[in-house]
């Protein structure tokens, strides 16, 4: 009898080995044939496309450095945009503060400017662009008198001047070729508006700052704030955070604005004044031979 006898075991035995040979092998046949027809596809359709891996890698390098190049062409605008950089700053004497006005001109900057001709006392002033006959005279008056006139903004618009650094020089020239005209003084500094780093300019800061470098400007910031643009602020509070401020400082360059609402800030001057100078304090002018006070990059 065949079933159950030895013999049929040994045929089921024999047959259950060749099954599990066959179905394996039958199945990386199957795989492999899939892959192969795989890889033709992608090859085909790779052979058909023009990609960067089909370029030698010095093509690449050449393609590179010209789109680098094409993104830098704000380097070939406003040529008499350079200044001769000061190689060496000046020695500067302790206890020194410099007084900083921006966004004007305005009624309060000639106010200040009466003011600090009363008490003997230089300011710098980071104007805005004003071309009528009134904000003319008052360019010239601040030179006229002593004081510094440096670069503020056109627009003053942080959306619209820091989209690029191109875009930055625009509005920069506007201002910079007024006060040159109006003055006959090529103003050499300037203050970033909101400073040289701030929420509007942080995919292009370093650029830009390296591009202002590049031609020659000494931009600076400040490291003693009056807030005098805070909600609520008032003369008492304008004079003490400035005087506070101050006396952490060996140096100080003080953030004040004389637009048209300042007038708080008009008033506390005289006092924030001769508070410092009785302690010993002297104020001076910014120029581009005093070493600038600039923000710490960002990490």
Same mark, same amino acid.
């Not at 050449?62 to 993104?71: G, I």
């Not at 031609?215 to 005098?228: E, L």
């Not at 002018?285 to 005093?290: A, R």
């Given at each position: &009898?065949?079933?159950?006898?030895?013999?049929?075991?040994?045929?089921?035995?024999? @047959?259950?080995?060749?099954?599990?040979?066959? %179905?394996?092998?039958?199945?990386?046949?199957?795989?492999?044939?899939? *892959?192969?027809?795989?890889?033709?596809?992608?090859?085909?359709?790779?052979?058909?496309?023009?990609?960067?891996?089909?370029?030698?890698?010095?093509?690449?390098?050449?393609?590179?450095?010209?789109?680098?190049?094409?993104? &830098?062409?704000?380097?070939?605008?406003?040529?008499?945009?350079?200044?001769?950089?000061?190689?060496?700053?000046?020695?500067? &004497?302790?206890?020194?503060?410099?007084?900083?006005?921006?966004?004007?001109?305005?009624?309060?900057?000639?106010?200040? /400017?009466?003011?600090?001709?009363?008490?003997?006392?230089?300011?710098?002033?980071?104007?805005?662009?004003?071309?009528?006959?009134?904000?003319?005279?008052?360019?010239?008056?601040?030179?006229? #008198? @002593? =004081? +510094?006139?440096?670069?503020?903004?056109?627009?003053?618009?942080?959306?619209? %001047?820091?989209?690029?650094? #191109?875009?930055?020089?625009?509005?920069?020239?506007?201002?910079? /070729?007024?006060?040159?005209?109006?003055?006959?003084?090529?103003?050499?500094?300037?203050?970033?508006? @909101?400073?040289?780093?701030?929420?509007?300019? =942080?995919?292009?800061?370093?650029?830009?700052?390296?591009? &202002?470098?590049?031609?020659?400007?000494? *931009?600076?910031?400040?490291?003693?704030?009056?807030?005098?643009?805070? +909600?609520?602020?008032?003369?008492?509070?304008?004079?003490?955070?400035? %005087?506070?401020?101050?006396?952490?400082?060996?140096?100080?360059?003080? /953030?004040?604005?004389?637009?048209?609402?300042?007038?708080?800030?008009?008033?506390?001057?005289?006092?924030?004044?001769?508070?410092?100078?009785?302690? @010993?304090?002297?104020?001076?002018?910014?120029?581009? +031979?005093?070493?600038?006070?600039?923000?710490?990059?960002?990490?």
């Amino acid at each position: &009898m065949y079933w159950g006898s030895v013999r049929f075991f040994k045929h089921l035995i024999f @047959g259950i080995i060749f099954l599990l040979i066959l %179905i394996p092998t039958i199945g990386c046949a199957v795989l492999g044939n899939a *892959y192969l027809t795989l890889e033709k596809e992608i090859s085909e359709k790779n052979s058909s496309k023009n990609t960067a891996s089909d370029i030698k890698p010095e093509a690449v390098y050449a393609l590179e450095l010209n789109n680098n190049l094409d993104k &830098m062409d704000y380097q070939k605008k406003y040529e008499d945009l350079y200044i001769k950089r000061v190689i060496e700053y000046k020695t500067e &004497m302790p206890k020194t503060v410099y007084l900083t006005f921006d966004d004007g001109p305005s009624i309060n900057t000639e106010k200040i /400017l009466d003011i600090l001709k009363e008490l003997q006392v230089h300011a710098t002033f980071f104007v805005i662009y004003k071309n009528d006959a009134k904000s003319r005279a008052i360019y010239k008056r601040i030179v006229d #008198e @002593g =004081h +510094t006139l440096g670069v503020h903004s056109t627009c003053h618009e942080y959306s619209i %001047i820091y989209q690029s650094v #191109e875009a930055y020089l625009d509005d920069f020239a506007t201002t910079a /070729l007024l006060l040159e005209e109006v003055t006959g003084i090529k103003p050499t500094i300037f203050r970033f508006p @909101g400073g040289s780093i701030n929420a509007y300019n =942080h995919t292009i800061y370093q650029e830009l700052i390296a591009e &202002m470098l590049r031609r020659g400007y000494t *931009y600076y910031d400040w490291n003693v704030a009056s807030s005098d643009t805070s +909600t609520n602020i008032n003369v008492d509070k304008i004079t003490n955070n400035v %005087i506070n401020g101050v006396h952490k400082k060996e140096k100080a360059i003080v /953030l004040m604005h004389d637009s048209y609402s300042k007038t708080a800030t008009v008033a506390a001057i005289p006092k924030i004044v001769r508070n410092l100078q009785v302690e @010993g304090y002297q104020f001076a002018n910014l120029d581009n +031979t005093i070493k600038p006070i600039c923000f710490s990059y960002i990490n």
